[in-house]
T-cell receptor, first 109, second 114 residues
Framework: AQRVTQPEKLLSVFKGAPVELKCNYS??????LFWYVQYSRQRLQLLLR??SRESIKGFTADLNKGETSFHLKKPFAQEEDSAMYYC???????????FGTGTKLQVIP | EAQVTQNPRYLITVTGKKLTVTCSQN?????MSWYRQDPGLGLRQIYY???????DKGDVPEGYKVSRKEKRNFPLILESPSPNQTSLYFC?????????????FGPGTRLTVT
């Protein structure tokens, strides 16, 4: 069975400090991994996907198959980054999706 | 405006009283899903649908039913709600194909079962 682990429930960093939100996965097939973000009082929205290797709002994430990780990183945290972040794993060609339990990022001014 | 809508947004009901939460999308997406969000547990997939009349169980389907008679609609049915189904529910949709994996989420429905 597939599993997504986000070990930190809460991550507090100061503005301007680097951020790393951890995500580890367990899946026997070829993984498709995503990061979703939920700002206060807003609906979940896609932040980035591993297949596109893009940088959104300064965030990047690299899929490390050897360590089965997909950590989300940003070199300099901003106050507007404060939100709930979810790592998600898609299985196969369908929409079976497993989310992690989420990490709340709190950026301290 | 492309969007996913859910109704109602808030619902308080009693144990055993059947209810339906509607979900509709206007993006002509093939895939639709239902999730519940609980503190400390994140989002868990209840059911998903690959297209009209094609549905499958997610991780927590017990106590729920779905139907997909039209492409745009994917209602979630609780035949006999129980207090452990008190939760925040999200509907989501996405297009098909490898480039269409992004899910668009609805605003959520907060359900309380007493």
């Amino acid at each position: 069975a597939q599993r997504v682990t986000q070990p930190e429930k809460l991550l507090s960093v100061f503005k301007g400090a680097p951020v790393e939100l951890k995500c580890n996965y367990s899946y026997s097939g070829s993984p498709e991994l995503f990061w979703y973000v939920q700002y206060s009082r807003q609906r979940l929205q896609l932040l980035l996907r591993h297949i596109s290797r893009e940088s959104i709002k300064g965030f990047t994430a690299d899929l490390n198959k050897g360590e089965t990780s997909f950590h989300l990183k940003k070199p300099f945290a901003q106050e507007e980054d404060s939100a709930m972040y979810y790592c998600a794993l898609y299985s196969g060609g369908y929409q079976k999706v497993t989310f992690g339990t989420g990490t709340k990022l709190q950026v301290i001014p | 405006e492309a969007q996913v809508t859910q109704n109602p947004r808030y619902l308080i009901t009693v144990t055993g009283k059947k209810l339906t939460v509607t979900c509709s999308q206007n993006m002509n997406h093939e895939y639709m899903s239902w999730y519940r969000q609980d503190p400390g547990l994140g989002l868990r997939q209840i059911y998903y649908s690959m297209n009209v009349e094609v549905t499958d169980k997610g991780d927590v389907p017990e106590g729920y039913k779905v139907s997909r008679k039209e492409k745009r609609n994917f209602p979630l049915i609780l035949e006999s709600p129980s207090p452990n189904q008190t939760s925040l529910y999200f509907c989501a949709s996405s297009a098909s194909g490898t480039s269409g994996r992004e899910q668009y989420f609805g605003p959520g429905t907060r359900l309380t079962v007493t």
